[in-house]
């Protein structure tokens, strides 16, 4: 049969770190000396790294040199990974270590689509890391959501057609980047905020293979 992908983000998705994001990004703040909030917090989902700590400092109107915000994101990923070692396979969000292996043992290829730079490391910790045929993060990508590149980059990888992938977001950034591709899109969260997606559920545990937009009687495996 032609092949077929589903390519996931991490946070949000698979696992939530977005409480540890927050928690690292608003030490970094209180450090500099102004606060930061969960909802600025939720602002930054499927943003890099880098750009995160530019749009962070223009919140708390502070400047620094390039030499100081390396030193500040390099502090804050430690604070970071603090948290993420504490990781283990109950940080797994709900039904999405059972909706990999589905979808894994109907044939279809699995990747990872993700800005975090910290991705092989948690899956590793949560005991995932042997699902994904392909893992594509920050450390290969050069540009973030909404640009496509990292999803091209997975669908690339495993030699799949882009409009033969769904992509599974929780940030309106990451379902632009999946549309911008011309793969089709799922949500995970809110379906008001996600409304650029074919549809959205709660989490993985309410998708079944019948609801990936590309099953029809020829694709699934016999």
Not at 71 to 92: D, F, G, P, Q, R
Not at 112 to 133: M, R, T, W, Y
Not at 138 to 161: H, N, R, W, Y
Request: hydrophobic content about 45%; some cysteine; charged content about 25%.
């Amino acid at each position: 049969m032609e092949g077929y992908a589903c390519i996931f983000d991490l946070d949000g998705v698979i696992v939530d770190t977005a409480k540890y994001h927050f928690l690292a990004w608003r030490k970094l703040a209180n450090a500099l000396g102004f606060d930061f909030t969960e909802n600025q917090n939720e602002s930054l989902k499927g943003i890099s790294r880098a750009e995160s700590l530019d749009i962070i400092l223009a919140w708390g109107n502070v400047e620094l040199t390039h030499a100081e915000k390396d030193e500040w994101l390099k502090t804050k990923n430690n604070w970071y990974l603090e948290h993420v070692l504490t990781m283990n396979e109950e940080a797994i969000l709900p039904g999405a270590k059972e909706f990999i292996t589905i979808v894994k043992n109907a044939g279809f290829k699995i990747a990872l689509g993700s800005a975090s730079k910290n991705a092989v490391s948690i899956l590793e910790k949560v005991g995932l890391l042997n699902q994904f045929d392909a893992i594509i993060d920050g450390t290969k990508t050069t540009k973030s959501k909404p640009d496509p590149q990292v999803f091209t980059m997975c669908a690339d990888e495993l030699g799949i057609a882009y409009k033969n992938c769904v992509v599974f977001e929780d940030a309106e950034a990451g379902i632009e980047a999946a549309l911008s591709a011309g793969m089709a899109a799922i949500g995970i969260g809110n379906k008001t905020i996600l409304n650029r997606a074919l549809f959205a559920v709660n989490d993985l545990s309410e998708m079944t293979l019948e609801k990936l937009p590309f099953i029809n009687s020829n694709t699934i495996p016999h």
